[in-house]
């Protein structure tokens, strides 16, 4: 399995990514930290791709480090920002929309309305959701009604939908605790709407120290591990679904873009350690050209 890694995921940069192409990005931010936008900003950039940064929420740190100052932002505003872009004609170099952390389902509304607007300016653009609700350690961090958006409405709009095995099972409502139960409700949602499912944090039974994520298309079913690091993994998240979009508009291989976004995600979840947030700069060299080592990488179908 050695060759067949190198060969799909020797590329950890992707400077080639044209600086014309953009992705529109509707994240949080934070003023200290690395999470949604302040995490995604720098790795998309770091591998040559503009992109567009609208704050869906602005606080002074992740709320996992106590009380934080801050507020979600209205979603007349971030409308206002999207129509400002449409027009003066910009929508036309964006490639796709990455959705992670809204703060509100009314931010949900703007978010698939920038996606009908950016299909008529560019009709080859992908929807790239990452449906943020919470994970098993934490439980929810967004109220009912943004769960029934996702469910509701986000599924069938995306292109690529990249939930965490909490946020799986939370779609697919039901407990997942096996590879064949996740293989079977990532289908069934696939079905729903998306292309692309890549589902992330998946624990190993038969392998409790290894973590895994799965990548599944209408034709193939990959599946990368690495070992499980004792860390509260904040931005983790947001810099995969960085990592993976990048590669995906590069060139849409599946084990590829898999081996490669993993590989570089841990090689800063590595290189972080214990550190209270992602050591994301300093770790920059190691995202761009990340060791192959750590990932496993098997094709399932």
């Known amino acids: 399995m050695t060759g067949l890694l190198a060969r799909y995921a020797l590329s950890g940069a992707v400077d080639d990514v044209s600086p014309k192409v953009a992705i529109l990005s509707f994240q949080s931010r934070v003023v200290w930290g690395h999470v949604g936008n302040s995490v995604a900003e720098f790795a998309l950039r770091r591998a040559g791709v503009d992109v567009w940064p609208i704050d869906t929420v602005c606080l002074s740190h992740h709320p996992g480090h106590g009380r934080c100052r801050g507020r979600v932002r209205e979603p007349e505003e971030l409308a206002e920002l999207v129509v400002g872009l449409e027009d003066i004609g910009a929508l036309a170099q964006c490639r796709a929309v990455l959705s992670g952390y809204l703060g509100s389902w009314r931010n949900g509304g703007v978010v698939l309305d920038a996606v009908a607007r950016l299909g008529r300016a560019r009709p080859d653009a992908l929807f790239c959701c990452d449906p943020v609700m919470g994970d098993h350690d934490v439980g929810f961090y967004v109220d009912e009604a943004l769960i029934r958006f996702f469910r509701d409405q986000a599924v069938a709009a ?27 409700a990532a289908d069934r949602l696939r079905r729903q ?28 079913t990959w599946l990368a591990t690495t070992p499980r690091l004792p860390m509260p993994a904040r931005g983790a998240g947001d810099l995969l679904a960085a990592q993976f979009l990048a590669r995906w508009l590069r060139d849409p291989e599946p084990p590829q873009c898999l081996a490669g976004a993993v590989a570089a995600t841990f090689a800063v979840l590595a290189a972080t350690g214990d550190a209270p947030e992602l050591r994301l700069v300093a770790a920059q060299q190691q995202m761009a050209a990340p060791p192959l080592d750590p990932v496993v990488l098997r094709r399932l179908r």
């Open 158 to 184: 995306a292109d690529i939908l990249m939930p965490n095995h909490f946020e799986l099972q939370t779609l697919a409502q039901a407990e997942l605790p096996t590879l064949p139960a996740v293989l079977a």
């Open 193 to 220: 709407g998306p292309k692309v499912l890549l589902v992330s944090s998946l624990p190993d039974a038969d392998a409790p120290s290894r973590l895994g994520t799965l990548l599944m298309t209408a034709g193939e």
